[in-house]
C-alpha cells in the first residue's frame, strides 16, 4: 500500500501541486510511516519548470508537518500513556519506539522538539511524548514550525540539487532515493553539528539546583 501511494505520488505531484505536498506531510507527522525523503524532493523537481516556487514547497511541507504534529500531539494527550502503550503496537508505535521518543523530549527539553523535526524515526513520534507530558503548547508548536520549516527548506533545496543534475529519476523513485541516500550524510553532519551546539548551550546555561541544608 505504502509502495503504491507513493508511486502515485510520483505520478500525480505536478497535478496536486501544493496540496499533496501539504496533506502528505500531514500524514508524515502522524502514525503513517511515509517518508518525507519521497514527498518533498519530487515536488522541488518542479520549480525548474515553473510550475512551483521553492517557498510555496517549504509552506505547504511545514504546515502539513504542522498538522500532523498537533493531530499527535492532541491525540496522546488525550489517550494518555497507558492506551498508547497498549495499542501503540498495531500502528508500529513499539514501546521501545516510545521510551526512546521520550528519553530524547526529557534530555534536550524544548528545543528538543525542534531537533525532532529534523531525525529519522523520532520526527513523527515526538508528538507523542509531548503530549503524554502536557508540554506546553506554545513551546511545542513554535518549535514544530520552526524545525518543519528548517527540515521541509533543507529536503527542497536537496531535491533541486539531485533532480536538477538528474531529471530522469522524477520517473524512477527507487533510483531517486538511492541518490538522496548516498548524499544525505551531509544533511546528517549539518544536524548533529546543530545538536552539539544547543547541548553546550544548554549546559552551559542550566542553572545549578541550590544544595540543601
Same mark, same amino acid.
Given at each position: 500500500?505504502?509502495?503504491?501511494?507513493?508511486?502515485?505520488?510520483?505520478?500525480?505531484?505536478?497535478?496536486?501541486?501544493?496540496l499533496g505536498?501539504?496533506?502528505?506531510?500531514?500524514?508524515?507527522s502522524?502514525?503513517?510511516?511515509?517518508?518525507?525523503?519521497?514527498?518533498?524532493?519530487?515536488?522541488?523537481y518542479f520549480?525548474?519548470?515553473?510550475?512551483m516556487?521553492?517557498?510555496?514547497?517549504?509552506?505547504?511541507g511545514? *504546515? =502539513?508537518?504542522?498538522?500532523?504534529?498537533?493531530?499527535? #500531539? +492532541? &491525540?496522546?494527550?488525550? %489517550? @494518555?500513556?497507558?492506551?498508547?502503550?497498549?495499542?501503540?503496537?498495531?500502528?508500529?508505535?513499539?514501546p521501545?519506539?516510545?521510551?526512546?521518543?521520550?528519553?530524547?523530549?526529557?534530555?534536550?527539553?524544548?528545543?528538543?522538539?525542534?531537533?525532532?523535526?529534523?531525525?529519522?524515526v523520532?520526527?513523527?513520534?515526538?508528538?507523542?511524548? *509531548? =503530549?503524554?507530558?502536557?508540554?506546553?503548547?506554545?513551546p #511545542? +508548536? &513554535?518549535?514544530?514550525? %520552526? @524545525?518543519?520549516?528548517?527540515?521541509?527548506?533543507?529536503?527542497t533545496?536537496?531535491?533541486?540539487?539531485?533532480?536538477?543534475?538528474?531529471?530522469?529519476?522524477?520517473?524512477?523513485?527507487?533510483?531517486?532515493?538511492?541518490?538522496?541516500?548516498s548524499?544525505?550524510?551531509?544533511?546528517?553532519?549539518?544536524?548533529?553539528?546543530?545538536?552539539? *551546539?544547543?547541548?553546550?548551550?544548554?549546559?552551559?546555561?542550566?542553572?545549578?539546583?541550590?544544595?540543601?541544608?
Open positions: 500500500m505504502m509502495h503504491d501511494l507513493i508511486a502515485w505520488w510520483f505520478n500525480h505531484v505536478a497535478d496536486w501541486s501544493y505536498v501539504f496533506l502528505l506531510m500531514a500524514m508524515e502522524t502514525i503513517v510511516p511515509l517518508p518525507s525523503e519521497v514527498i518533498i524532493p519530487p515536488a522541488a520549480i525548474s519548470k515553473g510550475q516556487s521553492f517557498a510555496g514547497i517549504v509552506l505547504a511545514t *504546515a =502539513g508537518s504542522f498538522v500532523g504534529a498537533m493531530i499527535m #500531539y +492532541a &491525540a496522546s494527550r488525550w %489517550l @494518555g500513556r497507558p492506551i498508547v502503550v497498549r495499542f501503540g503496537r498495531f500502528v508500529l508505535i513499539t521501545e519506539k516510545l521510551e526512546k521518543a521520550e528519553r530524547f523530549l526529557a534530555r534536550y527539553e524544548t528545543g528538543g522538539v525542534f531537533f525532532a523535526r529534523l531525525l529519522p523520532i520526527r513523527h513520534l515526538i508528538g507523542i511524548p *509531548a =503530549g503524554l507530558v502536557r508540554m506546553k503548547v506554545g #511545542y +508548536a &513554535a518549535m514544530t514550525i %520552526l @524545525g518543519s520549516a528548517t527540515w521541509c527548506a533543507v529536503l533545496w536537496f531535491g533541486q540539487e539531485i533532480l536538477g543534475a538528474a531529471p530522469d529519476l522524477i520517473n524512477k523513485p527507487e533510483a531517486m532515493l538511492d541518490a538522496l541516500k548524499k544525505s550524510h551531509l544533511v546528517a553532519i549539518a544536524v548533529f553539528g546543530l545538536l552539539i *551546539a544547543y547541548i553546550l548551550v544548554v549546559r552551559m546555561t542550566r542553572k545549578d539546583e541550590p544544595a540543601k541544608a
